[in-house]
């Protein structure tokens, strides 16, 4: 009998997964250790390794989302026959989780990777295809309705029916699926606006003494290579807040108000194929210096392709800049279960009163949204005042 091939299931909450691109190619031979296939999740991305040698046969092709334990192909020993029509196995029922850690196993890589079809292949029957290449149908802007996904006949009809009936107007230029973590991240944020009341309120900061403290810590820490940035004092102000008040390091699960007693901060990452919120363990019982390293290193890994599950579990509050990109203030998303995320916008010239008198200084504005059925405005403009307290004192942060 050959060897089956699983589709590896990540984590325990995985639903779905995609075999995103083959490495062995159909009909070709692997040996133990070798990379099968690159499997994509909403999560994190790992290459699956063959356990064992003999000839490579694929049941799914490149592009088909399936269950773990769905078997997408089977590698054939020596000295098997292989039949021209594969068969059709059960899915295993228990298999086993991934690690999601990176070292020795060279069964989990997790990787974080651009969503694409390898080698341009698309689950289609031939009955659609050849259909598709008459009419003129781009299968790429299908949604199969077949087994696993396959594209068939009655698709490539159904849009070729549409596209006749469609009024004339302006045509979009091209189309490309909602596959990987834009799906996911499309879905989930849908959701979040969709289960939760969300509110935003905005508050400005005199950073004058912040950018003071920042300038004299990269002169400091310059030798270990630790370059502290003005995400980092907001990441160490909001991890005090949130000890002040534990309210917004909350989460409504189950009709019950559940307080973590640990602060783990996530700190989203923009990647070219969408954003990633890998997760700062423990906030709370690091300094300053440490936060700075943390979040550096998980912020290149985000970029590498580097992080584990275990890197972008667990947060408990998040916060998301966008700065670098000359943005002063913006509405940021709940990501649930959480109960508040931080937005934190650029630091320009503006004016801060002393007494009567205005006073040219570096302000920043920092945009809070918290979830409404968890707490209310009042304790939460209390927070997000502390976390400006914090950032206009900031030596504060280094006790």
């Known amino acids: ?23 062995i190619a159909d009909g070709a031979r692997v040996e133990p250790g070798e990379m099968l296939y690159r499997l994509e999740t909403e999560k994190v991305n790992l290459d699956v390794d063959a356990e064992t040698s003999g000839t ?57 990777a651009k969503p694409k079809r390898a080698g341009g292949r698309i689950a289609a029957s031939p009955v659609a ?13 299908l949604t199969g309705t077949g087994p696993r996904g396959r594209i068939t006949k009655e698709d ?9 009936t469609a009024p004339a107007g302006p045509q979009s230029g091209s189309s490309t699926p909602l596959t990987g973590m834009r799906r996911t991240i499309a879905e989930r944020m849908h959701g979040s606006l969709r289960d939760t009341a969300q509110l935003t309120m905005d508050m400005e900061v005199a950073m004058d003494d912040a950018v003071k403290l920042r300038r004299d810590l990269l002169a400091e820490w310059e030798g270990d290579g630790i370059r502290v940035t003005y995400t ?16 917004m390091n909350s989460a409504l699960q189950a009709n019950a108000l559940v307080r973590f007693e640990a602060v783990h901060i996530g700190l989203a990452v923009a990647l ?33 392709g580097k992080l584990t599950l275990a890197d972008v579990e667990g ?42 008198t205005a006073v040219k200084a570096a302000m ?7 979830d409404h059925r968890v707490l209310d405005g009042a304790p939460a403009a209390e927070f997000l005042a502390a976390v400006r307290d914090f950032l206009e004192s900031p030596y504060r942060l280094l006790v």
């Open 232 to 247: 980092d004092l907001v990441l160490a102000a909001a991890t005090k807040a949130l000890g002040r008040y534990p309210a």
């Open 315 to 356: 947060g408990t509050f998040t916060v998301t800049s966008l700065g670098m990109y000359g943005v002063d203030t913006f509405t940021p998303i709940l990501n649930p279960p959480q109960a508040g995320i931080l937005g934190v916008g650029r630091i320009y010239d503006g004016v801060r009163w002393a007494g009567d």
């Open 129 to 141: 295809r050849k259909l598709a290449g008459e009419l003129g149908i781009d299968l790429a802007n």
């Open 56 to 112: 490579v046969r694929h049941l799914a092709d490149a592009g088909t989302t399936c269950k773990p334990g769905d078997v997408v192909g089977f590698i054939y020993a020596d000295d098997e026959v292989i039949p021209d029509v594969l068969p059709t196995p059960k899915p295993k029922p228990d298999i086993a989780v991934a690690s999601d850690t990176v070292g020795d196993d060279k069964s989990a890589k997790p990787v974080v």
């Open 272 to 304: 070219e194929e969408g954003l990633i919120v890998p997760v700062i363990k423990d906030a709370n019982s690091k300094t300053l210096r440490e936060l700075a390293s943390v979040s550096a290193d998980l912020a290149k890994r985000a970029r590498d």
């Open 1 to 23: 009998m050959p060897s089956e091939i699983y589709l590896v299931k990540v984590g325990m909450t995985m639903e779905e997964g995609t075999v995103e691109e083959w490495y």
């Open 364 to 370: 920043m504005r920092l945009s809070l949204t918290w």
């Open 156 to 164: 490539v009809q159904a849009a070729a029916d549409a596209a006749a």
